[in-house]
């Protein structure tokens, strides 16, 4: 069976620590008293965990319990993977302690590069002793950090509707050319997709989602284009661009103010990708989250207009 189509391996930690007890403190029985269960209970975890591997890890006799050559050879990973965990568990509840209340949201990374420092320093001016964090992620990431309430709302492409979220479109955002100053396009007032037939493209990939809505809008055309280069990330693209590699067709946000490059409306066929607000299904708002989420949009609209 292929390694992608196999199930996820289950960790067995509760196994794993009354392992680790066994041998700490010397026995079931010990161990049972150590963490709180009964000798049952912590027989259970081991039996479990032997199966689960497929071999035995102790010898237990009434005088003694012994390690197997198996758990010999497991015992120090265990310890070492049980140590961290406590130290990381440990971390995570000084910093819940520690820090400051974090105001979360999530935006798209071709976003964030050029649109959330005017909207953090618009929210700063107005509170600005709250803390603010920010996850530049991809589209699904998104999604999952507002599912999980990591983040309060995400600002992304709109896409498919989810039953658990709420997505509300607020803007469209057109694709432009981005070409290298002095490239014989960079004066035209627009240009069509057909002048692009004899120039190097630079492509973002598939799964940035960029590439999709170009596809999807460009058709059996697509195959007409030398996409000569690819790249995971959008500032990748603008900068071999900007180093006369070739020609990229972006978000126009994500272009905004870029040195070494001239940005061109494309038409026939225009595309744009429609921004969209991610929410809770159900769920409100603070009056804070309320605050920076209308901010952000504002500021969103206003760079499109301007642009």
């Not at 995570?92 to 959330?116: G, I, K, S, V």
């Not at 999709?212 to 500032?235: C, K, N, P, V």
């Amino acid at each position: 069976m292929p390694a992608r189509d196999r199930p996820p391996m289950q960790i067995d930690f509760l196994g794993m620590q009354a392992f680790l007890s066994i041998v700490e403190q010397g026995g079931f029985l010990q161990a049972a008293a150590h963490l709180n269960l009964s000798q049952t209970a912590v027989s259970h975890r081991i039996r479990k965990l032997e199966d689960a591997l497929g071999m035995k890890l102790l010898t237990r006799t009434t005088r003694e319990v012994t390690l197997t050559d198996a758990g010999r050879a497991l015992l120090p990973r265990v310890r070492s993977a049980l140590r961290e965990l406590e130290l990381s568990y440990e971390l995570m509840r000084q910093h819940r302690h520690n820090a400051p209340r974090w105001l979360a949201f999530a935006c798209l990374p071709t976003l964030a590069a050029t649109q959330l420092s005017p909207v953090l320093r618009r929210f700063a001016g107005l509170y600005p002793d709250v803390a603010v964090r920010v996850f530049d992620s991809a589209v699904d990431e998104i999604f999952e950090h507002v599912e999980s309430e990591a983040a309060a709302f995400g600002i992304t492409i709109s896409t498919a509707h989810r039953f658990d979220l709420s997505i509300e479109p607020f803007a469209e955002e057109p694709f432009v050319l981005v070409c290298p100053v002095g490239h014989r396009l960079a004066g035209e007032p627009a240009v069509h997709w057909e002048q692009l037939t004899d120039d190097v493209l630079i492509r973002i990939s598939l799964p940035a989602g960029n590439a999709t809505t170009i596809d999807d809008a460009l058709g059996d055309r697509r195959t007409a284009f030398r996409w000569s280069y690819e790249s995971q990330h959008t500032a990748v693209a603008l900068d071999f661009v900007a180093a006369g590699l070739g020609l990229s067709v972006v978000p126009a946000l994500c272009a905004t103010a870029r040195t070494g490059v001239v940005v061109r409306p494309l038409v026939e066929p225009a595309i744009s990708r429609q921004l969209a607000l991610v929410t809770r299904r159900n769920a409100s708002l603070s009056g804070l989250e309320r605050a920076l989420r209308d901010i952000a949009i504002d500021q969103i609209r206003l760079s499109l207009s301007a642009g």
